[in-house]
């Protein structure tokens, strides 16, 4: 690996090259990722796609004048100062505004690659044509960061929103679900059996996390999310996990009261607030009638805090 300050001008010219065919390749890649659900932001880094393309031809252009057709391949991997990059091939769905902070990186550092190859150069039109495209890029990652700002039209607002029901809602629904309505029977069961607190927390816990677990795998190995745009398998499992453990515990914190029958009390009036959660989101999220899904939650609710109350008496 070489050092900024020993590359020859010749070598800095190629470097300038490699790194806006780079440049152009990854908007191209931004604005393919970008497509389907977020059409008029990907059309603005394929515009800034074609801006990188002209900046590559000039310099083609100023290499051949000075030193002939042959272009040595020097990357920004070869040359130490420069922010590894992880590749946008790995990141899939891109996220609309991730895409758009790593556009403003990019344009700031090859703004400042500009500003310090043309101060070290002698030669006057390496120097003016060097200096020229440090301004372009400054436009260039103003142009980014205004893309952070920009709103996004109706059409992508509604897609962003579909995506957020798909790959957050969702996963976190039916984690919350299982973690609030499962763990219901073997709580309460726990609780009228031992009329024990700490016993009862303990019991809690263990399905809390044990359902946490069980859900997010089951949830990351469900799909890939590459057909059903449904997002990362982990990032989905992690969600589903968490909610899961989540619904779990806040009807078993409550058992960390000695008292058993104040315990039970509380965490009987956790449970109602959960299932009251559940509903509103159903309502919110998945066009369900509020009354509907009320009933559906309540009732199924119902029937394992019976199951765990007819067992734990036994």
């Not at 191209?28 to 031809?57: I, S, Y």
């Not at 400042?112 to 020229?132: H, P, S, W």
Request: proline fraction near 3%; glycine fraction near 8%; aromatic fraction near 8%.
């Amino acid at each position: 690996m070489r050092r900024f300050e020993d590359l020859t001008e010749r070598e800095v010219l190629a470097l300038a090259i490699s790194l806006e065919e780079q440049d152009a390749r990854i908007y191209d890649d931004f604005a393919e990722g970008l497509q389907e659900n977020f059409p008029e932001q990907a059309e603005k880094f394929k515009q800034l796609r074609r801006e990188e393309d002209g900046h590559r031809h000039r310099l083609l252009d100023l290499f051949r004048s000075r030193f002939g057709d042959h272009v040595p391949l020097i990357r920004r991997e070869d040359v130490r100062g420069f922010v590894k990059r992880r590749p946008v091939w790995l990141t899939r769905p891109l996220g609309l505004k991730a895409v758009q902070k790593q556009a403003e990186l990019m344009e700031l550092e090859t703004k400042q690659f500009y500003e310090v190859a043309a101060r070290r150069t002698t030669d006057a039109g390496i120097r003016q044509l060097l200096g020229d495209l440090a301004e372009e890029e400054r436009h260039h990652a103003s142009a980014a960061e205004r893309l952070g700002a920009t709103r996004m039209s109706e059409e992508e607002t509604a897609q962003q929103q579909r995506l957020f029901v798909l790959q957050v809602v969702q996963p976190g629904l039916a984690g919350l679900m299982d973690g609030s309505v499962s763990t219901l029977a073997p709580l309460f069961a726990a609780a009228f059996a031992t009329h024990n607190s700490w016993e009862t927390f303990l019991v809690g816990i263990a399905a809390s996390v044990g359902a946490g677990i069980s859900m997010g795998f089951a949830e990351a190995l469900s799909d890939d999310g590459s057909l059903t745009g449904r997002g990362h398998p982990w990032a989905r499992g992690l969600v589903c996990g968490l909610m899961t453990a989540l619904g779990g515990l806040g009807h078993t914190l409550p058992y960390l009261i000695p008292d058993v029958r104040t315990a039970t009390a509380v965490a009987v009036a956790v449970v109602l607030v959960e299932l009251g959660v559940i509903s509103w989101v159903r309502h919110k999220y998945m066009d369900t009638p509020l009354s509907s899904a009320a009933v559906q939650v309540m009732l199924g609710g119902l029937l394992v805090f019976l199951v765990g109350i007819l067992i734990g008496s036994s």
